[in-house]
Nanobody
Framework: QLVESGGGLAQAGGTLRLHCTAS????????MSWFRQVPGKERAFLAG???????SYYAGLKGRFTISRDNAENTAHLQVNSLKPEDTAVYYC???????????????????WGQGTQVTVSS
């Protein structure tokens, strides 16, 4: 089970830190990612992190996003800097067992999803 927190209303130019808490299974065995979705569009990959800390980002994010994890605490985090109104979306964390070696860019390859947390950025 994955539960996101940390969303809400934020100002443009500010920083937001999202959290994903996992339960069940051995957390370090899972590849964790963050996606976001706006109405009428598909869920979009933002960043992923392996159990050993290897990170991958969507190329278009221009360094504003940082993904991290704490295997001891069963948590994953996403920090978003220099917030823009276009960052407004529902943000989801997702996971799949790393042994499957799947293409982590596709939301279809994830077995577990959180319920999502709304982020609204005002200008």
């Amino acid at each position: 089970q994955l539960v996101e927190s940390g969303g809400g209303l934020a100002q443009a130019g500010g920083t937001l830190r999202l959290h994903c808490t996992a339960s069940g299974g051995t957390f370090s065995n899972y590849f964790m990612s963050w996606f976001r979705q706006v109405p009428g569009k598909e869920r979009a990959f933002l960043a992923g992190i392996s159990g050993t800390g290897g990170r991958s980002y969507y190329a278009g994010l221009k360094g504003r996003f940082t993904i991290s994890r704490d295997n001891a605490e069963n948590t994953a985090h996403l920090q978003v800097n220099s917030l823009k109104p276009e960052d407004t979306a529902v943000y989801y964390c997702a996971a799949f067992a790393a042994r499957y070696g799947r293409n982590f860019y596709s939301p279809n390859n994830y077995d577990y999803w959180g319920q999502g947390t709304q982020v609204t950025v005002s200008s």
